[in-house]
């Protein structure tokens, strides 16, 4: 079962507005964890959007925004494009130097 | 601009060990970051693997960490990973990437990443 907990899929019509969320399946996320996102398309490499809970890498769009909101890590795409039409994974720190993923989200721009 | 190349064998048999290197280029592997390997079986997510610093310091996966070795070449600007006794559940897509970390020196995300090599894990 995977530690890290974010929805299977989504969808979002284009020019909307979706949040991803990235829970644990014991316990709440927190900025302790320094999360951060990733973006990948089929057959490419994942492209970093967002760490350290709300830093936007280098060349990623504003519409892209990290937050933690209740008990999990959220990203919240703004103005949904086509080409936002990927797979997303965040990534936790669990402490003593190890890290995990969760199972990614399939976003539809639909 | 840093780039990251994976290679190594793409078919690896059963029991045997799984070895790939990760070409740096555009930076330093001595630069200060860690640098680590992730995979990603056909189809499924992604799985942290371990990270190293140009020291030889290593953090492994605990699911991982029996099998899974991780050093570095700085005369080559490369660092290398073998995962031993293999089974087709270790077949998947390796990537290599760098490990950059902010002023506090907790947070760490991995970015760039290289392209990805598939090792099917086969008789």
């Known amino acids: 079962q995977t530690v890290v907990t974010q929805e299977p899929s989504f969808s979002v019509s284009p020019g909307g507005t979706v949040t991803l969320t990235c829970g644990l399946r014991?316990?709440?996320?927190?900025?302790?964890?320094?999360p951060s996102w990733y973006q990948q398309t089929p057959g490419q490499a994942p492209r970093t959007l967002i760490y350290?809970?709300?830093s936007r890498s280098a060349g990623v769009p504003d519409r892209f925004s990290g937050s933690i909101l209740g008990n999990k890590a959220a990203l919240t795409i703004t103005g949904a494009h086509a080409d936002d039409e990927s797979d997303y994974y965040c990534?936790?720190?669990?402490?003593?130097?190890?890290?995990?993923f969760g199972g990614g989200t399939k976003l539809t721009v639909v | 601009q840093v780039q990251l190349q994976e290679s190594g064998p793409g078919l690896v048999k059963p029991s045997e060990t799984l070895s790939l290197t990760c070409a740096v280029s555009?930076?330093?592997?001595?630069?200060?970051?860690?640098w680590g390997w992730i995979r990603q079986p056909p189809g499924k997510g992604l799985e942290w693997i371990g990270s190293?610093?140009?020291?030889?310091?290593?953090y492994y996966n605990p699911s991982l960490k029996s099998r899974v070795s991780i050093s570095v070449d700085t005369s080559k600007n490369h660092f290398s990973l073998k995962l031993s006794s293999v089974t087709a559940a270790d077949t998947a897509v390796y990537f290599c990437?760098?490990?950059?970390?902010?002023?506090?020196?907790?947070?760490?995300?991995?970015?760039?990443w290289g392209r990805g090599t598939l090792v099917t894990v086969s008789s």
């Open positions: 555009g930076d330093s592997i001595s630069s200060g970051y860690y």
């Open positions: 014991s316990g709440s996320v927190s900025t302790s964890h320094y």
């Open positions: 190293i610093y140009h020291s030889g310091s290593t």
């Open positions: 350290s809970t709300k």
């Open positions: 990437a760098r490990q950059l970390s902010d002023s506090s020196g907790y947070s760490y995300w991995f970015d760039p």
């Open positions: 990534m936790l720190y669990m402490g003593s130097g190890t890290w995990v």
